[in-house]
């Protein structure tokens, strides 16, 4: 079945540490890729998104993702976190142009202590 | 400004009751879509539609209605609120290849 999983349910970090939060997909072709950040009582809001061409791509916040065709992944990184980067973090995937519903991850919650 | 406002915010009511989440985008955009957020669930779509008057079941459309007779409306109904619809919805819309855009959300508590 096709499905999207990040496999980290909670992950804390400190504050300045680096961080990579999971992604992966089960789908035949390659899908369209996003990464959207939802804020306590907040919509989602776009982090970055990867259609085609370069690998490794670059977001707001700070943020980027790297598609690895061969993991079927899509992880995103930050080198340096900060406290207001704590929040859920949603994967997510277009299995073709037009806009067919976009498939959820659960999400990954990150905390971050100082 | 242009965007997509869901209302209202917060909701509630008794099971049985008839209750209707409204979503109005004013980007003219031909697709919109009614998610559900549950602890555990992430986001699972409930219905969606490519156009005026066309609309399309997801992933969990039981117990809900959509219409969608204007291109900036998308009103969701639960004809017959149970429990386990307390959640929070989310209304998006989206055109062409750009990604979707998310309103702020509806608290729902069903008691």
């Known amino acids: 079945a096709q499905s999207v999983t990040q496999p980290d349910i909670h992950i804390t970090v400190s504050e300045g540490a680096s961080l990579e939060l999971r992604c992966n997909y089960s789908?035949?072709?390659?899908?369209?890729l996003f990464w959207y950040v939802q804020s306590p009582g907040q919509g989602l809001q776009l982090l970055l998104k990867?259609?085609?061409?370069?690998?490794l791509v670059q977001g707001i916040k700070g943020f980027e993702a790297e598609f690895k065709r061969s993991q079927s992944s899509f992880n995103l990184r930050k080198p340096s976190v900060h406290w207001s980067d704590a929040a859920e973090y949603f994967c997510a995937v277009l299995i073709q142009s037009g806009n067919t519903p976009l498939v959820f991850g659960k999400g990954t919650r990150l905390s971050v202590i100082a | 400004d242009a965007g997509i406002t869901q209302s209202p915010r917060y909701k509630i009511t008794e099971t049985g009751r008839q209750v209707t989440l409204m979503c109005h985008q004013t980007?003219?955009?031909?697709?919109m879509f009614w998610y559900r957020q549950d602890l555990g669930h992430g986001l699972r779509l409930i219905y969606y539609?490519?156009?005026?008057?066309?609309?399309d079941k997801g992933e969990v459309p039981d117990g809900y209605v959509v219409s969608r007779s204007k291109t900036e409306n998308f009103p969701l109904t639960l004809e017959s609120a149970t429990r386990s619809q307390t959640s929070v919805y989310f209304c998006a819309s989206a055109t062409g290849e750009l990604p979707q855009h998310f309103g702020d959300g509806t608290r729902l508590s069903i008691l």
């Open positions: 980007w003219s955009h031909s697709y």
């Open positions: 539609s490519a156009a005026a008057d066309i609309t």
């Open positions: 990867y259609f085609s061409g370069d690998t």
């Open positions: 789908y035949g072709a390659t899908p369209y």
